[in-house]
């Protein structure tokens, strides 16, 4: 998930935090209406244009082409939220011109509801619905755009037939001018600037930049990984440098959690922006994080760039059962953020300091900052910071971050403890993920300590979890540290 400008500029003088990105004005509630079933479709191609003139106006021009077998009505809806920003976002509402047409001539359609288009193809077979997508949020959940440069994630403008299965292969094609590059973690398909995905979940889950950009490549653990920039120049010589060099320490160590690293290519798209504070978000080989210019030379970037990468193994694959599969029209909260988040958080710490970033002390103070943030705000509970995230609470909002990574810290003690250092956190993590991700199913939180309980020797958790998880008590750190 993001982390906020106000925590990423608190890091620069001190240790990490996290929190939620801040962007666009947002809604927190969803009352989407239940509509009716879209009749099939296949064949299913999306295009976006995006040059120097459409960029002047900050715009994408998007299509979607499909086939249809009757003339049962086509009902397309567009995403709420994007995975990873726990809220409620409703990209329907900078969808603009929206038609449909077949053979060159308009076909009639209406609207369910705020994000639900229904087609009335008649006898074509052949349909093309198009919209304009006004880009010009700076959030790394939606789209933004410069004179020369936009970003932009699938949920803001691919459209899904409702009710069917997310199943579908889908083509994406980029119209752009002679000079301006593509970045995506998505599969090319041979044409260029063509790619493919399998599903609607993985087309939706990597985010493109195109324009003016900076793009390199380095093989690091046998697998190659990206570096986009924008704007050009602005992650250049040592700054660049450091990063690879960062990432040729801290990848490693957190591929040998699980053993197993689940990408072809992975992708680090980078915004610089004077404006930004610091916010990123994570996707399934790729991630997307906007920086001021001042994160960059700050341990910041490389413990953002961490978390986000961690996720490819807790959060893309390894998801509470609240959230698999993910459904794209409405809210899916769950008690266990604090895992998703607050351990992800925890393993970036790990993954510098077992990457060489950071030396011992190093990670103390970062661990030492979290226990000072944690101490100063009001007591929360971390499934009840979890659940809430999604309506944006004034209070304590996303303390999940900083007390879910002490939470793992904490655990992780203990269970070596337990254990005579024979299992740890790790174990745990590695023991959800082959029972949980690799047998197609999300954990619940009976499964994480019950992994938690089998790591430290059966050793019960029962007592911290009613505690420190389910529970407001202050860790119990005067007991705990000196283990």
Same mark, same amino acid.
């Given at each position: ?29 969803? #009352? ?15 295009? #976006? ?164 950009? *900076?793009? *390199? ?52 798209? #980078? ?127 996303? #303390? ?84």
């Amino acid at each position: 998930m993001s982390f906020s400008p106000r925590t990423l500029l608190g890091l620069a003088t001190a240790a990490l935090g996290a929190g939620c990105a801040s962007g666009g004005v947002r809604n927190s509630v969803n #009352v989407r209406a239940e509509p009716t079933a879209s009749a099939p479709i296949a064949d299913v191609r999306y295009e #976006v244009a995006f040059d120097s003139a459409s960029a002047a106006e900050r715009t994408l021009h998007v299509a979607m082409s499909f086939t249809t077998q009757g003339s049962a009505p086509v009902v397309l809806s567009l995403p709420a939220w994007t995975p990873g920003a726990y809220e409620i976002t409703n990209f329907a509402r900078w969808v603009t011109d929206f038609r449909a047409e077949a053979d060159g001539r308009a076909l009639r359609w209406d609207k369910l509801d705020y994000d639900t288009w229904r087609v009335q193809p008649g006898a074509a077979r052949q349909v093309t619905v198009r919209f304009d997508y006004y880009a010009d949020t700076l959030d790394n959940a939606m789209a933004w755009a410069r004179d020369d440069f936009v970003f932009f994630n699938g949920t803001n403008v691919f459209l899904y037939p409702e009710g069917q299965p997310k199943a579908f292969p889908a083509t994406v094609t980029i119209r752009t001018q002679p000079g301006w590059r593509v970045a995506t973690g998505m599969t090319p398909a041979g044409a260029p600037n063509t790619y493919r995905e399998e599903n609607y979940h993985d087309l939706v889950d990597m985010p493109f930049f195109v324009g003016r950009i *900076d793009v *390199d490549s380095m093989t690091i653990a046998g697998k190659v990984t990206r570096l986009a920039s924008y704007p050009q120049g602005a992650l250049a010589g040592e700054l660049r440098e450091t990063f690879w060099q960062q990432l040729q320490g801290t990848l490693p160590a957190m591929i040998a959690v699980t053993g197993e690293a689940p990408y072809d290519t992975y992708t680090t798209l #980078v915004v610089v922006e004077e404006t930004a504070g610091g916010s990123a978000l994570e996707h399934q080989n790729s991630h997307l994080g906007i920086y001021n210019p001042a994160l960059l030379p700050n341990v910041a970037f490389p413990s953002v760039t961490a978390h986000e990468i961690f996720h490819l193994w807790n959060v893309k694959r390894l998801r509470p059962a609240d959230m698999w599969p993910y459904e794209y029209a409405h809210a899916q909260p769950t008690p266990l953020l604090w895992v998703s988040e607050g351990i992800t958080d925890y393993y970036a710490d790990l993954a510098l300091v077992r990457g060489g970033v950071v030396d011992s002390t190093g990670f103390l103070a970062l661990t030492q900052g979290k226990i000072g943030r944690v101490d100063a705000a009001p007591p929360v509970a971390l499934e009840d910071a979890s659940l809430t995230t999604w309506i944006h609470p004034i209070e304590n909002a996303y #303390v999940y971050y900083d007390k879910g990574s002490l939470a793992g810290f904490l655990l992780d003690i203990l269970i070596r403890d337990a254990s005579d250092n024979r299992g740890s956190l790790d174990t745990v993590i590695r023991d959800l993920y082959r029972s949980a991700y690799q047998q197609g199913r999300g954990f619940t939180t009976e499964d994480f300590w019950a992994a938690a309980s089998r790591a430290a020797g059966g050793r019960s958790f029962q007592e911290e979890y009613l505690r420190y998880v389910d529970g407001r008590d202050p860790y119990p750190w005067g007991r705990v540290l000196p283990l």
